[in-house]
């Protein structure tokens, strides 16, 4: 495919594309002024940054040293070392916005030149970014990481920058060890800086040579993720895997009309009933499953004889039934996606910490919380919009020959690559999960700008 794309862009295409739009040291300026207002406008209205429950106690393992891998145990040890130097959520929320701003402003600013300044403001104070980046979260951290990666592999295509594409593999380190499922959306980001770094070393697309230097550039990236989360979190495994099992046995259960659950699920060693299940379970939300009274509410295991029987009674229940748990993670990515109207779209507050961390309800604070409220309700807040216009935008691409058509579609196949095991894994009705989505569209919509302006250009200036 690059290969093919590479001979059909005409020369002058290619050589023109690096500095169509960029015009003057204004521009410059105007661009990174623009960046650091949206630092500073983010800072004013959510300082020092919104905590979930989640985020709460990924900040007591930040605190305490102590890592397990139910939170990204590398995010955990850097939110340790902000916390050293600026206590609580507000170093991890200035870096996660500087990463994100950063990006946001190199990538317009290759793309737009002197309309880089407002276009970034745009995509930075778009609500479903504006909501997200509030909050402490390790979706938020990817998606911050990934648009810096890609902003930097995007400044190495067009001006040739290896040391551009040496900090991106950083960015993806990072972005790799922040979240489950990060390695697709990962994997396309590599194959695109792959094809930059033979580009610029070699002026060559050899499909073989791309995949070979994206498969060892990946598994390099992958195995120095695992190895840190593992030495970080010095085999403390919490085995987050068996509440999404759990979820999945219990959807079962209740559609063929008897418990399948192993006997260990419950403390007091009692099978929940077909009722019992009913009452507790909700397609969106499977904390309800462990809520409540804890001789009957699920427990989670650390035994290995349990997980592995648990194992063996999912698979088993998921061959014989297939139709029902199909139907059931279906229902689950509908409530992730929105399909069935909002849900939880974005944080509100500091959630009830041991630590003293209060939300001070500034002005500035009620200005962003008014405009964010009033498009909650919206599609802007709501999954399957952006995954559609992405696919949208990638028929766009994959019928021209534009300069950015290859960073295109390795953002856009990323995404839907980043958002497809959510199918599988999918645990709430949460629009967080979208965040790299968002980001992804907005961006693209950038790409697509920069292809239709400089066709236009170029037009005008053969005619």
Not at 96 to 103: E, H, K, S, T, V
Not at 107 to 129: H, Q
């Amino acid at each position: 495919m690059f290969k093919q794309l590479e001979m059909r862009l005409a020369p002058e295409v290619t050589r023109g594309a690096r500095h169509l739009f960029i015009s003057s040291p204004g521009a410059v300026l105007a661009s990174v002024a623009a960046t650091f207002l949206g630092i500073a406008v983010t800072v004013a209205c959510f300082y020092p940054g919104y905590m979930s429950p989640d985020s709460v106690d990924q900040f007591a393992q930040a605190r305490s040293g102590v890592f397990t891998d139910w939170h990204p145990p590398v995010m955990s040890f850097i939110w340790r070392l902000t916390d050293k130097v600026i206590p609580g959520p507000f170093g991890m929320l200035l870096l996660n916005n500087l990463l994100l701003w950063a990006g946001l402003g190199l990538i317009c600013y290759r793309c737009l030149g002197r309309a880089a300044a407002p276009a970034t403001l745009a995509l930075g104070l778009f609500p479903s970014v504006f909501g997200l980046s509030s909050t402490v979260w390790k979706d938020v951290a990817f998606g911050a990481a990934m648009v810096l990666a890609f902003a930097l592999i995007l400044n190495a295509h067009f001006v040739r920058s290896k040391v551009s594409l040496a900090f991106s593999s950083l960015l993806l380190f990072y972005a790799l060890s922040v979240r489950h499922n990060a390695a697709p959306g990962v994997l396309l980001l590599v194959l695109y800086g792959a094809w930059v770094l033979l580009k610029i070393i070699r002026g060559d697309h050899s499909r073989a040579r791309i995949l070979g230097l994206t498969a060892l550039v990946f598994g390099l990236l992958f195995a120095a993720a695992t190895l840190t989360t593992r030495a970080l979190s010095a085999g403390r495994q919490t085995h987050i895997t068996q509440t999404i099992l759990l979820h999945d046995l219990t959807a079962i259960s209740i559609a063929e009309g008897r418990s399948l659950f192993p006997r260990w699920v419950r403390a007091n060693g009692s099978v929940p009933t077909v009722e019992e299940l009913k009452a507790r379970y909700h397609t969106g939300d499977l904390v309800s499953l462990f809520d409540g009274d804890p001789e009957t509410s699920f427990q989670r295991t650390q035994n290995p004889e349990q997980l592995a029987e648990l194992r063996k009674t999912w698979l088993s229940a998921v061959l014989k039934h297939p139709g029902p748990y199909l139907s059931h993670r279906w229902r689950v990515l509908e409530t992730t996606l929105g399909l069935g109207g909002g849900c939880y779209v974005y944080e509100t507050d500091i959630s009830a910490n041991p630590f003293g961390f209060r939300m001070p309800r500034t002005r500035a604070n009620q200005i962003a919380m008014t405009y964010l409220q009033a498009v909650r309700a919206s599609a802007i807040f709501q999954g399957w919009c952006y995954l559609l216009a992405i696919a949208v935008i990638l028929w766009a691409f994959m019928r021209s020959a534009s300069a950015t058509r290859v960073p295109a579609l390795a953002l856009g196949f990323g995404a839907l690559a980043y958002e497809a095991p959510f199918f599988f894994v999918s645990t709430a009705c949460d629009f967080r999960y979208n965040y790299f989505a968002v980001l992804s569209t907005l961006i693209m919509v950038v790409l697509l700008a920069h292809s239709t302006l400089f066709s236009r250009r170029l037009a005008v200036s053969q005619y």
